[in-house]
């Protein structure tokens, strides 16, 4: 329930303004946000990498209607990439084809996904709304045509994504599954946590006996645990498949599983669009909105 509201608050622009305005916000946000600039977001990705964590980075922002705002996302993914070279880190990009222009103009997104895919060692294209899952699944098939190793994430509690994923479990693709963070209608996306998790294990098998490179992104235990059950059914070694975590989620885990010979990816958001994100991340866990009210009332 608290999950529901606070979903449709990260689409409200009241709450946002409020929200963003309150002085304690930033110091909450930083838990899930590696910063607002270039320097700061090149800064924890090399962190990330001294403690032998691989890296995907999320400029923020989405569900753009501003060309202007369209391209300046491009621009930062493409000189943030230029910075990591210079540092001499490597990061992959996870790309929402809503900061770069697919709600207004889908030509625009695929050109401007080209461009970051042009710059970048490897993207995925994160997925949103079901209402964007067909356009983003076509721009990934163009993408694919220059850029074959581009991958995309595909969500658990999504009814159709059994069909999806035997389209997507074939040579040399990639497929970040996750179990969905947007509110959806019964009509499309399993509704109850247990069934969220029945469908992510279904999903999984397909993709770990499929051909393709599964990225397995949760933070969640018993996943962990069927995924290595699966590796080993399957004959998969450490380096046919990886983890995936939020940046600031179980950080002990991440290094856990890295230490024990997994490539573990660390999601880093960064920059200063992060309401939509940072609610999301309220939403899936109410631990974190006592989190967030504490440090509000100053604890
Ligand atoms: P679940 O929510 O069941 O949590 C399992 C356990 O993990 C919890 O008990 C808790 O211990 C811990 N945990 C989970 N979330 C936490 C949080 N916010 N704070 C603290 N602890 C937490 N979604 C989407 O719709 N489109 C996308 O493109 C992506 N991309 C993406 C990339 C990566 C790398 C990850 C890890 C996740 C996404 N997601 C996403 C988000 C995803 O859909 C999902 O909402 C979250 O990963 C939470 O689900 P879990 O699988 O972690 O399980």
């Not at 397995?216 to 933070?219: G, M, N, P, Q």
């Given at each position: 329930m608290l999950g529901q509201l606070l979903l449709a608050a990260s689409r409200s622009t009241l709450v946002r303004r409020s929200v963003s305005g309150m002085p304690l916000t930033r110091k909450v946000v930083d838990r899930f946000v590696a910063g607002e600039t270039t320097q700061e977001a090149v800064t924890a990705i090399q962190r990330l990498a001294d403690a032998k964590l691989a890296v995907t980075v999320d400029h923020l922002g989405e569900e753009t209607r501003d060309s202007a705002a369209a391209t300046a996302t491009a621009k930062a993914y493409i000189t943030l990439m230029g910075a990591l070279r210079e540092a001499g880190v490597s990061a992959e990009a996870s790309v929402k084809l809503s900061a770069v222009g697919q709600a207004f103009d889908e030509k625009m997104a695929l050109e401007h996904a080209r461009e970051i895919c042009a710059a970048s060692p490897m993207v995925t294209l994160d997925m949103e709304d079901h209402t964007t899952v067909d356009s983003t699944l076509g721009i990934l098939a163009e993408l694919r045509k220059d850029f074959p190793q581009t991958g995309v994430a595909i969500q658990?509690?999504?009814?159709?994504t059994e069909g999806d994923l035997r389209d997507l479990a074939g040579e040399g693709s990639r497929v970040r599954l996750v179990k969905g963070a947007y509110r959806e209608p019964a009509s499309v996306a399993h509704q109850n946590k247990n069934d969220v998790d029945k469908a992510y294990v279904r999903a999984l098998r397909i993709l770990m006996a499929g051909k393709g490179y599964p990225m397995?992104?949760?933070?969640d235990d018993r996943i962990i645990s069927i995924t290595e059950l699966l590796a080993d059914r399957f004959g998969?070694?450490?380096?046919d498949y990886e983890y995936q975590m939020l940046y600031g989620i179980r950080t002990d885990r991440q290094e856990a599983l890295a230490a024990a010979g997994h490539t573990v990816r660390v999601y880093v958001p960064y920059g200063d669009d992060w309401y939509g994100y940072f609610m999301r991340r309220l939403a899936e866990r109410p631990a974190n909105v006592a989190f967030f009210l504490r440090a509000l009332g100053g604890k």
């Open positions: 658990a509690y999504l009814h159709r397995v992104a949760t933070h998969r070694s450490f380096g």
